[in-house]
């Protein structure tokens, strides 16, 4: 077994460039997965029983279905229905965004469940709104006790948009691919391929982890 | 019992009913508290006495009566609710500051958010009256540094802050080591002293027997008995309440009321 | 654009067939991975330095890189480096295999850590054996923190042996698209699989939250 890394200087431009839309693909799907999550959180816990069981449908369907066969279907099927055709890479992000939406939902209402009922009386009882008692009040403390499972959801979310590859989506293992379908070195080009994912993601694990351990005391009550 | 009615008081509660699936939490509870009056509530752990004071500023929802504070019917579907309960200041057992802020941050951020004062002012407001509960050096802690006893006086400085017409207090130093009971204690008493209306549900009977004006005595979700100190504590009409008081190893206050 | 659903009639056992892959493959390597996982969370805790980190860089590199290319990796990269022909199965079970022991080596891990340390001090004060303490006091009372999470993998894992189907294993995934492109009924065969993706996952999920809120109860 012999490595052959003698491609490599003709194509490591293009295989940077599939980095790059690995990290824009994957930030981009955070954004909106945070937005979603956030929101899908904060209604379920508070917006009444009605919108509860209306959201929980959506939670409970991302957690069902493959990443897969949702941005298959995003990308082959919805088209059909809605006569538009989405670019692969606007198929991923919201095929990740929303998926990753369901997740962030679940860790947003365990967060708030997690602060005790006085804070909310209290904030109450100070006169704010609602609303005003679970963004200045509630949210915060919630925020830091939700980093650890909100980190490793970004853990998640980079290694997942590798599964974009399937819809075209010009990332990083799609790159791979053309680059093994034009010089033949699987090998090598999967082992590099294998190396900066780790080098992407093994660093947001331990700097999230880190950040935590440095404002964990800030949620406790 | 002949206590004197007062025809304009802040807060006027008519036959409250509450209750939790069968258990009758409030049965018909009744009170009228003046402008600068001290009103403790007292009784046996799950009497109604907390649940009659969270009803005052409609934290809990009730189920007949009715609750007037200062002309407006609290629980009324038109009331603006943020506005009762930014007149009325709330302590409660378990303090309740949030541990995101400083001890500083507490203090500022009803006037900062609710009132939309500026930053300065409220923070200028903020010192004024951590240095009234004696914490001026502290306010850039954060509340988990703190004691019991420093915690919950930051908590009174919180609700103040708001400057209510009147305070609620929800047994106050229940959560309390033994020995930082009496600085909270005496906040309170000066609070009184100054002329602050204060409704305090409380088993610190010396307390009750030093400060209030009345003292309400409750069992079983209602009021049994009302009257100054001197008349509960020495003179008990109820039964229940001499039971209660001997309970608590209550050996007359005489010592406390001369 | 009108729509013929009688393809998913006449593919019926096709898809069927694909769902049966689907259970037999998170079945099969969640039978692996339970001891897999054991194992590597005990070589995590072994007196021996290699033996420590060799097991530490396994679950770090599987948890840390995508599945799908972790499954290409076996499929082409293994045989190459060490002459064994693995067919498409098989190449798809050792990937999955390899990522979900190593997910659920952490998932044990934490387990063993959240119980107090007195607890096998008290146990080797009777005279246990280190194992012995393992298997009879702390794993049984680390049971319910790691069965809620064990759920969750196996949920997850049901969905993740869809990217097998990037290496032609006839799961569920690789049938719909397969017969995408055979039939051009692109819209009614996707929406059919992701139908029964959810149909099969959605009472998972359910099952899932069950386990999550009875383990709390009793702990």
Known sequence: MIFDFTFLPGFWRFLLGGVLVTLWLSLASIGVGLMVGLAVGILRTYGGRAMDAVLSVYVDTMRSIPLLVILVWLFFAMPLVTGRSLTPLAAGIIGLGLHLGGFVAEVVRAGLASVRAGQMRAALALGMSVSQAIRVVILPQALIRMMPALGSLLVITIKDSAIASVIAAPELLYKSQVVIGKTYRPVETFTIALVVYFLLSWPVARGVDYLYRRVAHLGAS | MTAPTDPQPILRVTEVRKHYGPVQALDGVSLDVSRGEVVCLIGPSGSGKSTLLRTLNALEPIDGGQVVFDGIDVHARQTDLRRVRQRMGMVFQNFELFPHLSVLGNVVVGPRQILKRPLEEAEHQARELLGKVGLADKARMRPAELSGGQQQRVAIARALAMRPDMMLFDEPTSALDPETIGEVLSVMKRLADEGMTMVVVTHEMTFAARVADRVAVFDRGRIIEVGPPQQIFEAATAARTRDFLRHLDWDGASDLMS | ?219
């Open chain 3, 1 to 219: 654009m009108t729509f013929d659903w009688s393809v998913i009639v006449q593919n019926w056992p096709l898809l069927l067939q694909g769902a049966g892959v689907t259970i037999a493959l998170a079945l099969v390597t969640m039978v692996i991975a339970v001891p897999g996982g054991l194992l590597l969370t005990l070589m995590r805790g072994s007196p021996r330095a290699p033996v420590r980190g060799l097991a530490t860089a396994f679950v770090e590199f599987f948890r840390s890189t995508p599945l799908m290319l972790q499954v290409y990796w076996v499929f082409y990269v293994l045989p190459m480096l060490t002459d064994v022909q693995v067919d498409a199965f098989a190449a798809g079970l050792t990937a999955l295999a390899c990522n979900v022991s190593a997910f659920n080596s952490e998932t044990f891990r934490s387990g063993i850590n959240s119980i107090r340390p007195g607890q096998r001090q008290a146990a080797l004060a009777l005279g246990m054996t280190g194992l012995q303490a393992m298997r009879l006091i702390i794993l049984p009372q680390a049971v319910h923190r790691v069965l809620p999470a064990l759920a969750n993998t196996w949920v997850s894992l049901f969905k993740d042996t869809s990217l097998v189907s990037i290496i032609a294993v006839s799961e569920l995934s690789y049938v719909g698209l397969q017969l995408r492109s055979q039939t051009f009924r692109v819209l009614e065969v996707l929406t059919a699989m992701a139908v029964l993706y959810w149909l099969m996952g959605y009472p998972q999920a359910k099952i899932a939250d069950w386990i999550h809120r009875t383990c709390k109860v009793t702990e």
